[in-house]
Structure formats: C-alpha cells, structure tokens
C-alpha cells in the first residue's frame, strides 16, 4: 500500500510541474506564520515541572508572537525565506530569529538546497527531492481566497502532527518551511495543533530577477538529508535526556 501511495505520490507531483510549467507562472506569496509557545511545550511530554516553570516565567502572559515569510516561485523552482517586514511595530521576538536561513527547491532537477541552524551551527543540506509521507484527507476550506484540501504526517524526530492545506487551482508541489510534495501550494500549516500555524495572506504574479538566487558565498558545514537527520536527531535525544525543550536550538 505505502509503495502505491509512493507512486500517486510521484505522478502528482510530475503532473503537477508540467501543469504549472504550461502556466508560466511566476508568483509571491507572503505567508503569517503564528508561534505559541505555550502550546509548543504542551506537545512535548519530557520536559520536567522546573523547566516548564521557567519558559512560563520568561514568556509571562505573552507566549504568541508572529512573523512574514516570503516564497517565491515559478514553473519549476521555489525559494521560502524570513521577510525584512516587521508584523507589526511592537514584533516580539524579530531581532533574535535572524539564524541564517532558506529554503531552495528545483522540481524539475528533483534537488533541493536548505541552509538550517542546529544549536548556532549553520548546515548547508543538499539532496535529491524525497517524497514526503503525506496521507490525504478529504476536508475543504479556503485560504487566502483559494479552495484548499488537507493532508497531514507525521514527523517522528520533532514529534510534530503536521495538518497542510494545499489549493486545488494551483498546481505547485511547494509550500512553506520544509514543506511540499502535494499536489496543489500548500498555503496553510498547522503544526502540533497550533504551535506553529502558517497562513499565507498575500498571493500575487510577480515577475522574479533575483528572488530565487542563492547567495553565492553560503557558510555552513556541507551535509545530505541522511546526514542532517541524525544530526537532529541526536540534538532532540540530548535534549530528551535532560528534559529540555529542543525548540531553542532548531526551527520548530
């Protein structure tokens, strides 16, 4: 079963390229993305009495803040970044999560590049495109004016339930953060039931000069996604063993 849903998988994703490719779309989509700390700790069951305590202590009243993001994208490749746009004036938390940071797809190449922080140190991941372990639903809703489908994984080494919304009239195998592999955007995430939730609120055709670079001199230790994965891996065991939040350290 799981190796026919592979194949689904695959075909959806081809025919979702060439769907698009024929469109000739290039786009910009703005996306709100809403941490709660409060709810990021309830998901985690080792963290101890003291250290929960603590984070109540330092987060007070205010465990919610929120950030832009930007993805940027055409037929065939996509770029998620933070936005230089404050939220609002009063952004809790905006100078602090300046770690350095992108997310690159190529679906026609079937790579990716990711430059990701674990613990200040920076990596730089580079890999073929995987097929993502989606299982999709069959509710509907709208986002940012677009019906959308939801599918949702499971990622067992961050202990996330992630639930997407991917819209049916745009047919990109992209999205947000880490994301894709869907047969329409994803233009809406909901992380361990509101930890993290990313909505997109602005989607607009923009014709793309730079936007889907890379910047040319990347610092960060050069690893694939097999690598990368036990390195976060190890990061989140540390952090379970001395029943802590592994969520200072890495993106959540």
């Given amino acids: 079963m799981k190796m026919i849903q592979k194949c689904l998988f695959a075909l959806l994703l081809i025919g979702s390229i060439q769907a698009l490719s024929a469109q000739e779309q290039s786009m910009a989509i703005r996306y709100v993305v809403t941490h709660n700390w409060t709810k990021k700790m309830a998901a985690v069951d080792y963290i101890s009495k003291q250290e929960r305590e603590r984070m109540s202590y330092i987060w007070g009243s205010r465990s919610e803040w929120s950030s832009y993001t930007n993805l940027f994208m055409d037929g065939q490749r996509s770029k998620y970044e933070e936005s230089e746009e404050k939220f609002d004036d009063d952004d809790f938390g905006y100078n602090w999560r300046k770690d350095p940071f992108f997310i690159s797809r190529n679906f026609e190449a ?51 339930r992630v639930v ?33 939730i990313i909505v997109a609120d602005k ?6 000069e730079k936007e889907l670079e890379l910047p040319k001199k990347i ?30 350290g890495i993106r959540y």
């Fill in 110 to 160: 079937g790579t990716f590049q990711d430059l990701l922080t674990v613990q200040g140190k920076p990596y730089l991941i580079s890999d073929s495109i995987r097929v993502q372990d989606w299982k999709i639903l069959n509710d509907m809703k709208e986002v940012a004016g677009h019906v959308c489908m939801n599918a949702v994984l499971y990622d067992s080494v961050k202990m996330q």
């Fill in 164 to 196: 997407a919304w991917f819209a049916l009239d745009m047919p990109f195998p992209g999205g947000p953060e880490r994301y894709y592999g869907l047969p329409g955007l994803i233009l809406e995430v909901n992380i361990n039931n509101g930890g993290m």
């Fill in 203 to 208: 989607i607009e055709p923009k014709i793309l």
């Fill in 219 to 248: 610092k960060g230790k050069r690893v694939n996604e097999t690598e990368y994965q036990e390195v976060l891996k190890k990061f989140v065991a540390d952090k379970r063993k001395a029943e802590e939040s592994p969520f200072w």
